[in-house]
C-alpha cells in the first residue's frame, strides 16, 4: 500500500502519477481486445485472493467511520463483505465480457474523388475519477476505463481510503499479471483534498477528461475548478407524471418502485405530477401504496385535500433531491404543465410519464428534454447495467460527449481515417 | 444594426441575451425540419437583398483596419466582395439541404424485460461562438446551429465587427420571415473584450457549449477562463510523413499541395518527416517542387546535405505552425521514430502518410492519434465541406464530444427515449 504523499509533495506526486499515466494510456490505445481482457480477470482474481486484505482494510475504515460519527446510510456505504467483495470480483468479469468498444468503424463512406472516409472508435486517453464513500466504485471504474482502452487516475473518498487502496493494490497485482503498464490504473496516494483541486485544475496536460461522481458540494467545486473537460454528473430531481389516461394500477405500481425500491440512488423519483382532471381516481390509491410503504407526502394544496397524510410541500421541496422516503406531489393541469414543471425544477436526468394513450407519451418525449425519459416503467432503470451496458461510471446529466449512462463505449472518442491514392485538393 | 453597449452594462445584457437565447432554444428544439430549413433560406434571400448594405458596412471596417495597420494577410481574410458575400447565401442554402441531423434514432435495442431503449439526437441547447477577423463565420456559423435546433451567441472580431453586424441583420431579417424567434441567432453588440470574459466564465447558466475559433491567444484565454464546456479547436501542426515505399511523384504532389495550397489554413502541413532510408531518393525532388513554389525550407543536418536550399531548422520549427511558405523538414528512423515525432510535438489535428505499402499505412493509423489521418492524401482535405458534411464549425483537436471536422451532425446531443408496458425494477 502506498504511503501517503506529505501535501508539500502534492505537485510533485500529482504530475508524476501524470506522467506515467499519459505513458500508459499510449500503451493502451495500442493494445488488443484480449491482454485488456485478461487484465480485467486478472484484477477479478485478484480481489478473489485478496479478499480478507480487503475486508481488514475495510474494518478499518469503518471504525474510523464510527468514531468520526459517520451517519448509518454512509456506513453502510462503505462496508464491505465477502459477498461485496465477489460482487466486484463478477463486475470486473461482467465488463469484460463487454463487446471491445475499441476500433469499430462508427461510420464510412465514400467521397466522389475517390477519398474513403472512416470513423473509428479510440480511447479518451487519460480519464480522472472523483468519488466518495463506496469503495466497489474503485474497481467498477478501473474496469470501464480499463476496457476502452483508457488510463485512470482515482481519487476516492477519505472515509474509504484503506479499502480503496486494498483493492487498488489488486488491480495493480491483476494488471501486472496481464503484463499490462500497472500505471494504466493509478490512485492519488493522500486523502488530502488539496490534491482534488490539484487534479481539477493543473492537470491539464495530462488528464483528458475528469468524471465526478458525488454529492452537491463535489459537482459544485468541480464546475468551480475544474479546468480540464468534465463529463457531468448533477443531481438526480426525478420526476414521474401521472397522465390522465393513466392505469391507476400500473400508476400505483410505478409510482411505489421509482420512488421506494431503493431512495438513495440518482434515479429514485423525487416529485409526482397528476393530470388535475384525473387526481380524484389516481392520487387515493397511490399515495396510499407510498405510505403504506413508509414514505411521506409533500403535496399543494389540492393534493392535500385528496390526501389526508399529505404534509403541505414548500417551494423548496421542488428542487430538492431527497434521497429518502419523501415524495413531493403537485397537481398540473396538463402535459404542458407537467414538462414546464419539469423544465423549471428537474435536473435533466430521468422522468417517467405513465400513460395508456401513447400520444402523450409521445408528446412527452418531443417536450421534455431529459437524458432519459421513460413511458410506463419505473425511473430507477436509468442504469448502466438495466439498458445492458454492462455497467456504468454514472449517469451524465450534462449534454456534452455523452448523455445518461456512462458505460465503456461512452469513455471512447473517434478518429477519422482517410485512405486515399494520390488526392490533392484542388 | 445595435447600438453598442457600454462596458458597465455588459452583465446584464449578456445575460439578457442568455435569457432570450434559452428561450429561443427551447422553441427550436421542438421546431420542425422544414420550419429550420425555411429560416435558412429566408437568411440566404436577405444576404442577398442586402449585398450592398454588407459591403459598405465591409468598407468602414477596412478603412478602419487599414488605419489600424492590419496586415495585408488580415485585411484579405476581412475584405468581402459580391462573389464572397453570394458564397455565405450558397453556404446558408447548402446546409439546408443537409438531412436533418434531429430526431434521429442513433441507436435502439430491447430488454429482455421487453423495455425497448431508443438513443435519439437533440440539441445541444445554446452554443457560444467566439471567432475572428472572417465576417463570413457570421453566417456560417449561425447556419450550422441553426441546422442542427441550437440558439447561438456569436462573439466576432473586432476588426470585422461592422460586416459581422450588417450580415446578422440579414440573418434576424431570414429568422423573422421564417417565423422563427430571431433570438436564435444573437450577436454581442460590443467590441468590447471584457464581454469575452464574461460570456465565457459566467454564463454557465445560458450556454451548453463554447466552439472557439482564432488563433493560439485566444484559445489560449479559453483554456484559461472558460467554466461552460469547450469544443476545442487548437492549432494544426499537420505533418506528412514520407515512407520508405513512398512513390516519388505522388510525394512531391502530395506535399507541395498539403503545404502551398493555401498556407494560411489550420490543416497545412507545416512539418514533412521522411525515412532516412528513401530521403536521397524523395527529398531533392519534393524540396525542388516546395522552393519553384517559393516555400522556405528549414531542414536538419542530413535535409541539409540533400537539399541545398535548406537553412538550419531549430528545435522551435518543430512546435510551430506557420501558416507561411515555411516548411520544416526532419529525417526519421521509421515509422515508429515518425510517430513518435508527431506524439511529441503534433497538435492532434491532421497527419498524411505517403507509401505503397498499404501496411505501412495501417501502421501508421494504429500508432498516431490525430482527428484526422490520412494516406496517400494532400492535409489540405482537412475540411468539413471536403469530407461531405456541408460546412464546419471548424476542426476540434480536443477529445470530448467531437473530434475533427465540426458540422452539423457534432452539434447534436442525445436522449435515451424509453418504451415500457409497466415495468418496474426488481
Chains 1, 2 share one sequence.
Not at 490534491?195 to 468524471?211: I, P, Q
Request: charged letters at 20%; proline letters at 3%.
Amino acid at each position: 500500500m502506498n504511503a501517503q504523499i506529505e501535501s508539500g509533495n502534492i505537485p510533485q506526486a500529482m504530475a508524476a502519477l501524470g506522467q506515467a499515466a499519459r505513458a500508459a494510456a499510449d500503451g493502451l490505445a495500442m493494445s488488443g481486445e484480449e491482454q485488456r481482457n485478461l487484465a480485467l480477470r486478472e484484477c477479478a482474481a485478484a480481489i478473489r485472493e485478496q479478499s480478507a486484505i480487503i475486508l481488514a482494510a475495510n474494518e478499518k475504515d469503518l471504525e474510523s467511520g464510527r468514531a468520526r460519527g459517520l451517519t448509518t446510510a454512509l456506513l453502510d456505504r462503505l462496508a464491505l463483505d465477502a459477498s461485496r467483495v465477489e460482487a466486484m470480483a463478477v463486475g470486473l468479469e461482467t465488463v469484460c465480457d463487454l463487446p471491445d468498444p475499441l476500433n469499430r468503424v462508427l461510420a464510412e463512406w465514400d467521397r466522389p474523388n475517390g477519398l474513403v472516409i472512416q470513423r473509428v472508435s479510440v480511447p479518451l486517453g487519460v480519464i480522472g475519477i472523483i468519488y466518495e464513500s463506496r469503495p466497489n466504485v474503485t474497481a467498477d471504474a478501473a474496469a470501464l476505463c480499463l476496457k476502452s482502452g483508457n488510463a485512470v487516475i482515482l481519487r476516492g473518498g477519505s472515509e474509504s481510503y484503506h479499502s480503496s487502496q486494498a483493492i487498488y493494490t489488486c488491480l495493480t497485482d491483476g494488471l501486472k499479471s496481464a503484463g499490462v503498464n500497472p500505471a494504466a490504473v493509478q490512485m492519488v496516494p493522500t486523502t488530502d483534498r488539496a490534491a482534488v483541486g490539484y487534479l481539477l485544475s493543473s492537470m491539464t496536460e495530462y488528464l483528458d477528461v475528469v468524471v465526478p461522481r458525488g454529492g452537491k458540494s463535489l459537482i459544485q467545486r468541480v464546475q468551480q475548478e475544474a479546468r480540464v473537460p468534465v463529463i457531468g454528473h448533477l443531481e438526480g430531481i426525478c420526476h414521474v407524471y401521472l397522465h390522465e389516461s393513466a392505469d391507476v394500477a400500473m400508476a400505483s405500481a410505478i409510482v411505489l418502485n421509482a420512488k421506494m425500491r431503493r431512495t438513495g440512488i440518482c434515479g429514485a423519483a423525487e416529485t409526482l405530477l397528476v393530470d388535475r382532471s384525473a387526481a380524484e381516481a389516481l392520487l387515493p390509491e397511490v399515495c396510499t401504496a407510498l405510505t403504506n410503504a413508509g414514505c411521506e407526502i409533500r403535496g399543494d394544496k389540492f393534493v392535500q385535500q385528496l390526501v389526508p397524510a399529505a404534509i403541505a410541500a414548500t417551494d423548496e421541496d421542488w428542487s430538492t433531491e431527497y434521497l429518502d422516503a419523501i415524495i413531493s406531489v403537485r397537481v398540473v393541469d396538463d402535459l404542458n404543465a407537467a414538462s414546464e414543471h419539469i423544465r423549471q425544477f428537474g435536473s435533466g436526468h430521468t422522468e417517467c410519464i405513465v400513460a395508456d394513450k401513447a400520444e402523450a407519451a409521445e408528446e412527452f418525449f418531443r417536450k421534455v428534454d431529459s437524458a432519459i425519459l421513460l413511458h410506463n416503467a419505473s425511473t430507477q432503470f436509468a442504469d448502466g447495467g438495466e439498458f445492458g451496458m454492462g455497467a456504468e461510471i454514472g449517469i451524465a446529466t450534462g449534454r456534452i460527449h455523452a448523455r445518461g449512462p456512462v458505460g465503456a463505449e461512452q469513455l471512447t472518442s473517434y478518429k477519422y481515417v482517410v485512405r486515399g491514392s494520390g488526392q490533392t485538393r484542388p
